[in-house]
């Protein structure tokens, strides 16, 4: 049996029955990433002697008897912008290429006070400014099911290194789509959770009013007892909401009688490759089948969702990435005449293009004269984008999609158009600017075997409703078990 | 909107960047692209919309003004890219 290819439940299952050990999962999942990562790409770092050290200690605990955490001795991947004490954080960027945090980040406090194994650090675009993960400083990844291909990203490791069986689960985060694109293209469950339900302390800041922290798991069910680890009210967040969290696993229910799931028109129109569509509307047709309502309805809206979204990004990102100056932490060039060459040297030589160019973006959109005409305008339309969801959430429990308008490129093929690449987040960033939970299910293939996962949207705190179709869904198909042959 | 190189030096001025003239180039032509496709913002008649910055609903949050454990200095400082006498270094700013 090959411990790394089986899901977080079945691996909980068995550890707790003492059927498998805990170093033997971990040994199985850092056998694997040796075999097949060099091919992969996903790790930025490895954890292994810590690691090791973690499995050998859950395991004494584990035959002493004593109680242990929810994700006990489970391999976790951690995505590289999440800080972790003692382990480099680099965000893939040349700017944080030595930085040590000096603590973790509350999810990963969290995952470990779970018992969970952090196995290393994910690659990923950098500071999570792209969807390709080919605008990382350091190296490629590439998708398990095609190796040409990319994974998609911002979070292109954690999603790459979970479909290649090397961890069980990892955590990503989503700005406009960064956990739920590269789960559909690598084929892989992902959940943007609602604004404010996971807290952001210690993960790198790219847009504060968007930025989510999220799992990508096997399947739905792996995903409901992550999310009941990382949820919950933080007071170094201050954007962190104090709601009562549920049990998510309570909503894994295989049941949607009655549920009204509504298509927006604008979701299954122009641009959307013909084979994710038939995916989609086949997923819709199941759901129906098993006792959903569907329907139809418009959201004209979605159409001004790339052009706010990009402006509200890049003016925060502009400003949280303010902070890399060359003198707390970070990069700093070596050849500078005074203080402000020193700043603008050491950020010319520290960040990638992308970053730059999105820096340039939020810079301008922010300046004396056209702050009016283009970031308080973007922000206005975000108003009119949560109005036209909250018409929505009267009429429908859920809102169902596809992810991305395509299944996964080529790498290089739309590199070199940052435009072009922006408008791959078609069906996602409306979902950061409206704060709500996305859920990425697998539900098809196209006629080159690439993965294509289905959009289920919800209400604000609506986690429950999406594990519950998503996971209706999974039981009566089974796109989720399908591998790469890799 | 199609911007001008004079406007792309000047922000990467305000943003701290130093940019050759290859990439002040390249930027002047994508940034313009980018904002001739934001301009689509403008077919949205927003004259009575209030703006959202985010979405939920908390104001102010305050805590109370205890005092607690910080990091260790040696521990901050390790990260610095140049540090002497527990102080970050930095070029000489007065004359």
Redesign the interface.
Known sequence: MDLNKLTLHEIKNLISKKEVKVDEVVAACYGRIENIDDKIGSFLTLNKEDALRSAFDIQKKLDNGEKLGSLAGIPAGIKDNMCTEGLKTTCASKMLENFIPPYDATVVKKLKSQDAIIMGKMNMDEFAMGGSTENSYFKKTRNPWDLERVPGGSSGGSAASVAADEVIFSLGSDTGGSIRQPASFCGVVGLKPTYGAVSRYGLVAFASSLDQIGPLTKDVEDCAIVLNAITGYDKMDSTSANVKYPDYTASLVNDVKGLKIGIPKEFIGEGLNEDVKSAVLAAAKKLESLGAIIEEFSMPMNEYAIPAYYMIACAEASSNLARFDGIKYGYRASNYTDLLDLYKQSRSEGFGDEVKRRIMLGTYALSAGYYDAYYNKALKVRTLIMNEFDNAFAKYDCILGPTAPTTAYKLGEKSENPLEMYLGDIYTVCVNIAGLPGLVVPCGFDSKDLPIGMQLIGKAFGEGTLLRVGYTFEQNSDFSKRKPSI | MK?TKE??EN??K??????SEE?VER?TH??G???T????????D?EN????????D?KN?F?EDETSES??RE??L?????SENGC?I??K?VE
């Open positions: 911007i406007a792309v922000v990467a305000l943003a701290r960047l130093s940019l990439v930027f994508e940034l692209d980018i904002l496709y934001v301009d689509k913002l403008s077919e949205l927003t919309v209030k703006p959202t910055q985010h979405v939920l908390i949050v805590r990091y260790d521990k901050i390790s990260n610095a890219p140049v970050f930095v070029p700013v």
